[in-house]
């Protein structure tokens, strides 16, 4: 087994740093778990793993969002690393994602005590307001970004470059029927990210259209796509805004005034 | 308008609104505490209209600072509407409109953030990811152009909200929840027939369970798929989701509950054959 190179470590020290960004600002993307591990698996020469590693932690965390400022766990740290030792250890796809999970909940602490440290920014920022001194305004929030980074990079760094002793260690202690449990854990963690999605969404108004989803798919797998089924919810949801309209319609016309500035 | 570089009343210039845009687009959360949460992400993001307004009078520029570095907390995209109405309150009243800035902040954060957790994050992200990881576990990396695409039409989308919230002021602002409301049901249908097709698509377990009656082997899957298909995935979503439900449980501990299951699931066969080799 080879370890990771020092110019792989680098670029993806990188990424992270692109990647933390992307997180707190137009979040388009690069932060998931998904891209991170494709990303990953590119740079370390085995994208299929990266694929299977990213698009299964992806499905599984499709729910948790950071609403309200909550703190979730460090997906992100956890597909790069489980993605990195997954393919320096060559135990394939499953034993990554096994992998990622437990090292995203470890890292939660992290964004905690990055947000903590914000708290030091703000301060600063509140003393500079007294004296009206906007530009120490903006310099304490341009600063509020390295608690993020470093949250994130400072794990990563120190994962992949002692990540050969520890993928070592850990594969001379875990037992056989521990690898089998945790590969099948691996395929059935993706239920978390629909019920939280369910949770979230009004399943209980809506509950139908959650049955038309799964019998399209579960009957008819061998010829409908997830994409056929965003295609027929498209269209329900496209007839439920026209009913609506068409409801807004009868009754603006049975009720001579209408006052809309109120 | 005589001058395309004026907004319409005078003060602020069109440049005004394209710097608060991309700075509420990049830094509306870089400075995300436990405190003031967004509170010094927002100061920073107005500062330019504070600067444009407030730099010869430096009481002025005190309270304002002051105000704006207060607690916010909204979805960073629901935020352009809010601070687009802001910037038209505060141009056209000054800082002498402190309490309605801080009304209209306060009583918006809330409402927009509800609206926009789920349509921005929720349901943004059953669809948009849901579909780009489903082609990744084919194998293929196209699909991870879709987030991109998405990305960039709904940073368009933070534009227009910036003019809109900028153009209608708080008349508009406080009358957008309800006119979202039809929009936000048909992106809930959407999202949840997505979620129904994906966990028979996603969700792959099959138990390889097997029973020996003398000379006749029962699969225990087999006879599941004559009731339904992918009934086992189904229960086990199923069972998450009243999990989910129970005061106790957060995400991170159904983690744990779903990795023991899958413990437990995974080593069933050899458990069963360790029990049957006892009698």
Known sequence: MQGVSLLVVIGL????????????SIQCGLYTPLFAAVITGALLGDLPTGL????????????????????????????IMGTAYAIISGQGAEYGIGLAIPIGLLLTQMDILG??????????????AENGDYKGVERANLLGLLPWVLSRV???????????????????????????G???AGAILPAMGMAILMRYLPIKKYYPYFIIGFVLIAFGGATFTVMAAALIGFALAALHLTRVRDRVAVATMDEEEVEIDG | MADKNQTGIGKLEKSDIKKVY??????????WNYEKMQGLGYAYVIMPVLKRLYSGDPEKMKRALKMHLGYFNTTPAMSHLIVGADMALEEELGIEAEEAITGLKTGLMGPFAGVGDTLFIAIYRAIVFSIASYIAMQGNPVGLIIPLIACAGVLWIR??????????????????????????EAASILGLTVVGALIPSVIKYRTDLQFTMGEVTFALQDMLDK???SLLPLAIVGFSYWLLGKKKVDSTKLIFVLIGLGMILGNLQSMLTFVVGIF
């Open chain 2, 227 to 229: 009731i339904m298909p």
């Open chain 2, 22 to 31: 991309l700075r509420n687009l990049f830094t509306i959360q870089f400075g």
């Open chain 2, 159 to 184: 534009y227009k909200f910036t003019c809109i919230g900028y153009q209608s002021g708080r008349k508009l602002a406080t009358g957008f929840a309800d006119k979202i409301s039809p929009i936000t």
């Open chain 1, 115 to 128: 947000r903590m440290t914000n708290s030091f920014f703000q301060h600063y920022a509140d003393r500079c």
């Open chain 1, 182 to 184: 945790l590969k099948t």
């Open chain 1, 52 to 79: 299977i590693v990213g698009a299964t932690l992806q499905l599984m965390t499709l729910g948790v969002a950071t609403y309200g400022g909550a703190t979730v766990p460090d997906y992100l740290s956890g597909a």
């Open chain 1, 13 to 24: 020290i990188l990424y992270t740093v692109i990647a933390v960004v992307d997180q707190i």
């Open chain 1, 154 to 180: 400072i794990p990563v760094a120190l994962g992949l470059c002692f990540g050969e002793a520890v993928v070592n260690g850990v594969n001379a202690i875990i037992p056989a029927w521990f690898m089998t």
